[in-house]
């Protein structure tokens, strides 16, 4: 059976007591177990012959069946999630049955920052740490299974993914790549059924370009190969593609090696200019 927290359960526990012929056995003592959990049994209508707490916090209600050999309770759930074993016996019997009851959690009320907040980054790259959230009800549980979204308006991403669900602890939690823009950047995270939102902010410094380390000049020979490989350092190791702009005829380019072998018509002097850009 399941129910809502701080909400009655809708459905009865109920049990119909029967002798060894099939026949309904009324007026006969029942005792409901409710074991190590949040909630109160609700009386409506039933005869209650005794009620106790014992040292171990089971909760122990007596009852009588009624004129059908039938036993019901209701109970009133608590405030704290999680499953209720509830027994039912006959008294001074080994006829028993057992239940579980599950108590979800109510509706959204908080959402809370674990970690990720605070951060500076370079601009159009990963932040170190993930951006943490929880996911509470009013009553302080934590909620799994909701709907997330994470939002940014700089432009950046998130790694699995925009859309989250929480784990079986409340939790979400993405990697935030930033935008490529430098200044301060913002993250909003909101859930489902919840106005409040949570914002995470993080500094964005300048992306670095990458430097090329050449000589200004390279003097070569006419008929004979020339094989250069060009040295390229960015300051954040990203990943970088060389270009190459005004390409000497039959020149070629591959990664970061240019090669070139000029016949000897191709005397004079060439403004060959290398472009690195990162990624």
């Not at 040292?55 to 019901?72: C, Y």
């Not at 159009?124 to 939002?151: C, E, I, K, T, W």
């Not at 500094?203 to 490989?229: C, K």
């Not at 190791?237 to 005004?246: E, K, P």
């Amino acid at each position: 059976k399941t129910g809502v927290v701080a909400d009655t359960l809708a459905d009865r526990i109920q049990v119909r007591v029967l002798d060894d012929m099939g026949k309904d056995l009324a007026d006969t003592a029942v005792e409901f177990i409710v074991k190590e959990g949040d909630a109160e049994f609700l009386i409506d209508g039933v005869e209650v012959v005794n009620y106790q707490v014992l040292d171990n916090l089971d909760k122990v209600l007596e009852i009588l069946a009624d004129q059908n050999g039938e036993a019901k309770i209701r109970l009133l759930l608590g405030t704290h999630s999680g499953i209720i074993p509830v027994t039912v016996r006959v008294k001074n019997t080994a006829l028993q049955l057992d239940y579980l009851v599950e108590l979800l959690p109510g509706a959204p009320a908080r959402l809370e920052k674990i970690r990720g907040d605070q951060q500076t980054g370079v601009a159009g790259h990963r932040l170190n740490q993930p951006l943490q959230v929880r996911l509470f009800d009013q009553y302080g549980n934590v909620m799994a299974g909701h709907a997330l979204q994470f939002s940014t308006s700089g432009g950046g991403n998130f790694t699995p993914s925009s859309h989250m669900i929480t784990d079986s602890l409340g939790n979400a939690q993405v990697l935030w790549q930033l935008g490529r823009d430098s200044g301060l950047q913002q993250t909003t995270v909101s859930a489902v059924d919840l106005k409040q939102a949570a914002l995470f902010v993080a500094q964005a410094t300048p992306n670095s370009s990458p430097a090329l380390q050449l000589q200004d000049r390279y003097v070569i020979q006419e008929g004979r190969p020339f094989m250069l490989t060009i040295p390229v350092q960015d300051a954040e190791m990203d990943s970088i593609v060389l270009t190459v702009a005004n390409p000497p005829a039959g020149s070629t380019l591959q990664g970061v090696t240019f090669s070139w072998t000029p016949d000897f018509s191709q005397a004079g002097l060439y403004p060959v200019q290398f472009i690195a850009t990162d990624h």
